[in-house]
């Protein structure tokens, strides 16, 4: 298992943008949409990580076939420094509407209030919370952050599926040996998503 990279991402987009002619920013505002009733995914990001923003959302809507909500996509502020009550009304209505968050942990979603406010009150709400680490080259360590620890490290395998792991420590405990070993411990981002009811120890 390994963690997504900036390149890996990024050419994702520039495939996207190369194949629409329009930059990242225009092909995002061309993806806008009607709103949906549902939407299998929350995407939690900072506005700085424009190209890889867009790279993430095409992996999971376009080569994963998942319903994304991006507020950078849909929401009619795309400036989060300019955010009203209103509009923060209008994102726990479209968290409401998801069944899960992924938090894109960039290089800039450190200094994201808004990223770590959508994350507290979706984990408040619905528990079904995930991380996706973006690092810059595959030899990096993923420096992580004390509260993200919480939920599951989305990694790539080797035939480039996302997947998310379960609590081991939970099933271990669960279960008694070695029955845990014949468990799946890693489940497919797609079913992670899409599933109605997710067993408790692949939740945050």
Known sequence: MTLLTE??????????TKAAGLSSRELLARQ????????????????KDEELVLGVYTILSEDIGLTVFCDWVESSVSDHGNTTPADAE???????????????????????????WEIGWFHGAKSRVCVLPIVHSENDQYRG?????LYPMVEEDDRFVLRVPARLGDVVARYAAPKPLALATWMPFQVWATMETLPDYFLS
């Open 7 to 16: 390149d890996r991402v990024r050419e994702r987009a520039r495939m996207s």
């Open 32 to 47: 806008a949409r009607t709103s949906q009733r549902q939407y299998d995914i929350f995407l939690s990001q900072a506005i």
């Open 90 to 116: 209008y994102i726990k209505g479209k968290m409401l509407a998801s069944r899960g968050l992924m938090f894109i942990d960039s290089e800039h979603a450190d200094a994201s209030s808004w990223m770590s």
């Open 145 to 149: 952050r004390e509260f993200l620890g």
